[in-house]
């Protein structure tokens, strides 16, 4: 006994004849008719009364219907719940990133990942690299946007784009338009610095920043958070390195700088654990935010 062969049992069972049944199943009238006849065999009970040309159930059979309705039932609700069809998966779906990129990349972009995917749970967990390299390889999270570099084998990593970071410096005056200025790498060396916080993926990124240019610079203060170092060095208390999208809106209290030509560069990714049998909405999704993103 199969759960197709209840199906077939429940069809017959609803229209009272094996022909219309069939019709029904897509399957042949002999075909529903030998099901039906192995499942009178295993279960060794009589299934059916012909009456006429309709199929007429026996109490047994009625017995059977009540149970195998519920069978049924629960399969379909698993196979839903494991579903192949990005579509008709109902799986609460965990999307992690970074609070810069949320804030200033992907507003529009999820409001349109929401209307490709109504149907979806989409829970968004805002965290640091660390964590959601962490949050994947536990299950956690089933697609995270973060920050390279990462390595792990355990991770399938997928490009998306690069963004400059950029020096901040203090302005007593209100700063309007864009314009990037340039320093000297000694213009550096004794200034205050409000970074992100040691042994983060930012922070590594910017320690090689300044050990390149041969800097050891003056830490004050560390935060994990984009928005309060702006908020910091707006007030006059030390110079930062952050993200060029996150400095784009006007009018501020920075100037926005680089070293000569050197390029601070960070490059942003989609990571997913590597797996057998990937979940066909997170390939779904990845896909759509490649395309929205790079």
Same mark, same amino acid.
């Given at each position: 006994?199969?759960?197709?062969?209840?199906?077939?049992?429940?069809? /017959?069972?609803?229209?009272?004849?094996?022909?219309?049944?069939?019709? %029904?199943?897509?399957?042949?009238?002999?075909?529903?008719?030998?099901?039906?006849?192995?499942?009178?065999?295993?279960?060794?009970?009589?299934?059916?009364?012909?009456?006429?040309?309709?199929?007429?159930?026996?109490? +047994?059979?009625?017995?059977?219907?009540? @149970?195998?309705?519920?069978? /049924?039932?629960? *399969?379909?609700?698993?196979?839903?719940?494991?579903?192949?069809?990005?579509?008709?998966?109902?799986?609460?779906?965990?999307?992690?990133?970074?609070?810069?990129?949320?804030?200033?990349?992907?507003?529009?972009?999820?409001?349109?990942?929401?209307?490709?995917?109504?149907? +979806?749970?989409?829970? /968004?967990?805002?965290?640091?690299?660390?964590?959601?390299?962490?949050?994947?390889?536990?299950?956690?999270?089933?697609?995270?946007?973060?920050? @390279?570099?990462?390595?792990?084998?355990?991770?399938?990593?997928?490009?998306?784009?690069?963004?400059? *970071?950029?020096?901040? %410096?203090?302005?007593?005056?209100?700063?309007? !338009?864009?314009?990037?200025?340039?320093?000297?790498?000694?213009?550096?060396?004794?200034?205050?610095?409000?970074?992100?916080?040691?042994?983060? $993926?930012?922070?590594?990124?910017?320690?090689?920043?300044?050990?390149?240019? !041969?800097?050891?610079? $003056?830490?004050? *203060?560390?935060?994990?958070?984009?928005?309060?170092?702006?908020?910091?060095?707006?007030?006059?208390?030390?110079?930062?390195?952050?993200?060029?999208?996150?400095?784009?809106? #006007?009018?501020?209290?920075?100037?926005?700088?680089?070293?000569?030509?050197?390029?601070?560069?960070?490059? #942003?990714?989609? +990571?997913?654990?590597?797996?057998?049998?990937?979940?066909?909405?997170?390939?779904?999704?990845?896909?759509?935010?490649?395309?929205?993103?790079?």
């Amino acid at each position: 006994m199969d759960v197709r062969q209840l199906e077939m049992f429940l069809a /017959v069972i609803d229209c009272g004849s094996a022909t219309k049944a069939a019709e %029904k199943m897509g399957l042949s009238t002999g075909a529903i008719s030998l099901q039906m006849q192995g499942l009178s065999t295993g279960l060794k009970t009589e299934l059916f009364i012909r009456s006429g040309k309709r199929l007429a159930p026996t109490p +047994a059979a009625l017995r059977l219907a009540e @149970l195998a309705s519920g069978v /049924v039932r629960q *399969m379909r609700l698993i196979e839903q719940e494991f579903s192949t069809n990005p579509s008709t998966d109902i799986r609460p779906f965990h999307f992690a990133t970074g609070p810069t990129t949320l804030i200033h990349r992907l507003g529009k972009p999820l409001r349109m990942l929401r209307k490709r995917f109504p149907e +979806a749970e989409i829970k /968004v967990t805002v965290s640091a690299t660390e964590e959601m390299v962490s949050g994947l390889l536990g299950r956690r999270f089933d697609l995270a946007l973060l920050t @390279l570099p990462v390595e792990n084998e355990l991770l399938r990593i997928i490009p998306l784009f690069e963004e400059e *970071m950029l020096i901040l %410096k203090p302005s007593h005056e209100r700063i309007k !338009g864009w314009q990037i200025g340039h320093l000297e790498a000694g213009d550096l060396a004794r200034v205050p610095f409000i970074l992100y916080p040691e042994h983060s $993926n930012m922070r590594r990124m910017i320690d090689r920043f300044f050990q390149d240019l !041969g800097i050891t610079p $003056n830490v004050i *203060m560390e935060a994990g958070d984009t928005e309060s170092i702006k908020r910091l060095v707006e007030s006059g208390f030390g110079y930062s390195i952050l993200p060029e999208y996150a400095l784009r809106g #006007q009018p501020r209290f920075f100037h926005v700088c680089r070293v000569g030509r050197q390029k601070l560069v960070r490059k #942003q990714a989609l +990571a997913m654990v590597h797996s057998d049998h990937p979940r066909a909405l997170a390939e779904s999704i990845a896909k759509f935010l490649v395309e929205a993103l790079s």
